[in-house]
């Protein structure tokens, strides 16, 4: 019996070390990453491409349960994703337009305000060639052509954009079956299922809510731009938007530049007043409340919400910032959600000690959404013959 009892513990014991197992991990950790940001000019397209499809498929069910045929309402998602990467296209492109066009207006003033600086640090005992160094390290010139550059790459998006758009085409098409082969592959893998469903309705709740509080913020900011007389409001009003999406630091991506202008155009006081506004508005709502909500319906942490900012921005460059939470939330979706012995990690991400990663609605959600994922129409795509 003893020598059973030995066999068995044998066999249950790893066959590694648990520390080189811990080494092995961290190896195949880097090499995917290295992997994933050697090609991360096809992996940061193709995953926003998905996102943005997930994020309006639930438009597709509306449609087929108010009757409209399965192609019709297929080719209504796809439009709808098409109208939103033509709008964010056509706002980066007016809104650094228009900076490219406000940054020579203010060459003189520049020069004016780099002068001061320069005369600031000679009276408080810099010395001459130190003073002159950090003068013309300052080139006001150098602004109009930094613009101009920002305006090409904006420009060489367009080249991403087809690539965004054919593939958002063939997704839309492949997704009006997925939720009917999610429901055959249930039977079979009811984790991998659930991490998915979760990992969508995941995505479509932090987009929803940073598009709420984006539009907000945009309207508030253009208002109070207007009173305060900063040129260019629209701009800075659609940069608000745009950059809400950005978790964290977008606030302060978002008051640089308004910032600066206010300061050329109006003096000191006019740059204290959009600062203070933006303190008021922006981080109140983008640092405080909307984090705070973010995570309690998406279940990440504002630490961990933070940590995917720096480093997906880093592997993807600055798509990745746009794509930090969803990407994390796929991330956990496949590490963690669909690996029953991985559930105690659920509460560090969540930050929730009885986090259980229920659909909305809770347990009750949850039975309804084991034969039909939320927003999903999958009832009506299981039979489906004609897309």
Request: net charge negative; proline share 6%; hydrophobic share 55%.
């Given at each position: 019996?003893?020598?059973?009892?030995?066999?068995?513990?044998?066999?249950?014991?790893?066959?590694l070390?648990?520390?080189?197992?811990?080494?092995l991990?961290?190896?195949?950790?880097a090499?995917?990453?290295?992997?994933?940001?050697g090609?991360?000019?096809?992996v940061?397209?193709?995953?926003l491409?998905?996102?943005?499809?997930?994020?309006?498929?639930?438009?597709?069910?509306?449609?087929v349960?108010?009757?409209?045929?399965?192609?019709?309402?297929?080719?209504?998602t796809i439009?709808?994703?098409?109208?939103?990467?033509?709008?964010?296209l056509?706002?980066?492109?007016?809104?650094?337009?228009?900076?490219?066009?406000?940054?020579?207006?203010?060459?003189?003033?520049?020069?004016?305000?780099?002068?001061?600086?320069g005369?600031?640090l000679?009276?408080?005992?810099?010395?001459?060639?130190?003073?002159d160094?950090?003068?013309?390290?300052?080139d006001?010139?150098?602004?109009?052509?930094i613009?101009?550059?920002?305006?090409?790459?904006?420009?060489?998006?367009?080249?991403?954009?087809?690539?965004?758009?054919?593939?958002?085409?063939?997704?839309?098409?492949?997704?009006?079956?997925?939720?009917?082969?999610?429901?055959?592959?249930?039977?079979?893998?009811?984790?991998?299922?659930?991490?998915?469903?979760?990992?969508?309705?995941?995505?479509?709740?932090?987009?929803a809510?940073?598009?709420?509080?984006?539009?907000?913020?945009?309207?508030?900011?253009?208002?109070?731009?207007?009173?305060?007389?900063?040129?260019?409001?629209?701009?800075?009003?659609?940069?608000?938007?745009?950059?809400?999406?950005?978790?964290?630091?977008?606030?302060?991506?978002?008051?640089?530049?308004?910032?600066?202008?206010?300061?050329?155009?109006?003096?000191?006081?006019?740059?204290?007043?959009?600062?203070?506004v933006?303190c008021?508005?922006?981080?109140?709502i983008?640092?405080?409340?909307?984090?705070?909500?973010?995570?309690?319906?998406?279940?990440?942490?504002a630490?961990?919400?933070?940590?995917?900012?720096?480093?997906?921005?880093w592997?993807?460059?600055?798509?990745?910032?746009?794509?930090?939470?969803?990407?994390?939330?796929?991330?956990?979706?496949?590490?963690?959600?669909?690996?029953?012995?991985?559930?105690?990690?659920?509460?560090?991400?969540?930050?929730?000690?009885?986090?259980?990663?229920?659909?909305?609605?809770?347990?009750?959600?949850?039975?309804?959404?084991?034969?039909?994922?939320?927003?999903?129409?999958?009832?009506?795509?299981v039979?489906?013959?004609?897309?």
């Amino acid at each position: 019996m003893s020598d059973q009892n030995e066999v068995s513990a044998r066999t249950r014991a790893p066959a590694l070390p648990r520390g080189l197992l811990i080494l092995l991990g961290f190896a195949a950790a880097a090499v995917t990453i290295g992997g994933i940001k050697g090609i991360s000019g096809l992996v940061g397209p193709s995953f926003l491409a998905l996102v943005l499809v997930i994020t309006v498929f639930p438009i597709r069910g509306w449609l087929v349960g108010k009757g409209l045929p399965n192609w019709a309402a297929t080719l209504a998602t796809i439009l709808a994703v098409y109208g939103i990467i033509c709008a964010m296209l056509l706002a980066l492109v007016v809104s650094v337009a228009q900076l490219a066009q406000l940054a020579p207006q203010y060459t003189s003033e520049m020069n004016d305000w780099v002068a001061d600086i320069g005369n600031w640090l000679k009276d408080l005992g810099v010395k001459q060639g130190q003073v002159d160094e950090v003068v013309d390290s300052v080139d006001p010139g150098k602004v109009a052509s930094i613009a101009t550059d920002v305006l090409q790459s904006v420009f060489s998006l367009l080249s991403n954009a087809f690539f965004i758009g054919t593939l958002v085409l063939f997704i839309g098409v492949d997704a009006a079956r997925f939720p009917g082969l999610l429901v055959q592959a249930r039977g079979e893998r009811p984790a991998v299922v659930d991490a998915l469903v979760s990992f969508a309705a995941g995505t479509r709740k932090y987009f929803a809510v940073s598009a709420g509080f984006g539009l907000v913020v945009a309207i508030i900011d253009y208002v109070a731009l207007l009173i305060i007389g900063v040129p260019g409001a629209v701009v800075w009003g659609i940069l608000a938007f745009v950059t809400n999406f950005i978790p964290n630091i977008g606030f302060v991506i978002g008051v640089i530049p308004p910032a600066l202008v206010a300061l050329l155009d109006g003096g000191v006081e006019q740059m204290l007043a959009v600062i203070i506004v933006y303190c008021l508005v922006n981080f109140v709502i983008q640092s405080v409340i909307q984090p705070k909500i973010v995570g309690d319906a998406i279940g990440l942490t504002a630490t961990l919400t933070f940590l995917s900012l720096v480093f997906w921005t880093w592997v993807l460059g600055p798509l990745g910032a746009l794509l930090a939470v969803p990407m994390t939330l796929l991330a956990k979706a496949l590490l963690v959600d669909v690996d029953p012995e991985a559930q105690w990690v659920r509460p560090l991400v969540s930050g929730h000690p009885n986090d259980r990663d229920e659909p909305e609605g809770g347990p009750e959600t949850a039975a309804v959404s084991s034969a039909d994922p939320p927003g999903s129409g999958a009832a009506d795509d299981v039979p489906e013959t004609d897309d």
